[in-house]
Nanobody, 124 residues
Framework: VQLQASGGGLVQTGGSLRLSCAASGGTFTVTYMAWFRQAPGKAREFVAAIRWNGGHTYYAASATGRFTISRDKAKNTVSLQMNSLKPEDTAVYYC??????????????????WGQGTQVTVSS
């Protein structure tokens, strides 16, 4: 299974971007899909996750109220709508998928499929 992320770019503070991630290449049986991000010199951090069956969503505190994760099961895609972007949101964003349990949904180690990353830059 391959994950292909797209939608990154350069935006001004307060702007919006929509990231998308498409899964392809095999039988796709996962429990959660998620977005993580990594800023220069920092560790990869959890942004948001969605339960594949049921659609329950989970967010990092930094994303709550500004970001919305959604999925399209028919197309095997997950999206991240990011509004009110701030310079501190600047990072490479990665989509991930795996058979993760709820208690580990925020842990990168549980996800076995990863996209290549897409750069999001928010200018001040």
């Amino acid at each position: 299974v391959q994950l292909q992320a797209s939608g990154g770019g350069l935006v001004q503070t307060g702007g919006s971007l929509r990231l998308s991630c498409a899964a392809s290449g095999g039988t796709f049986t996962v429990t959660y899909m998620a977005w993580f991000r990594q800023a220069p010199g920092k560790a990869r951090e959890f942004v948001a996750a969605i339960r594949w069956n049921g659609g329950h969503t989970y967010y990092a505190a930094s994303a709550t109220g500004r970001f919305t994760i959604s999925r399209d099961k028919a197309k095997n895609t997950v999206s991240l709508q990011m509004n009110s972007l701030k310079p501190e949101d600047t990072a490479v964003y990665y989509c991930a998928a795996g058979r993760v349990i709820l208690s580990a949904v925020r842990d990168a180690e549980g996800y076995i499929y990863w996209g290549q990353g897409t750069q999001v830059t928010v200018s001040s």
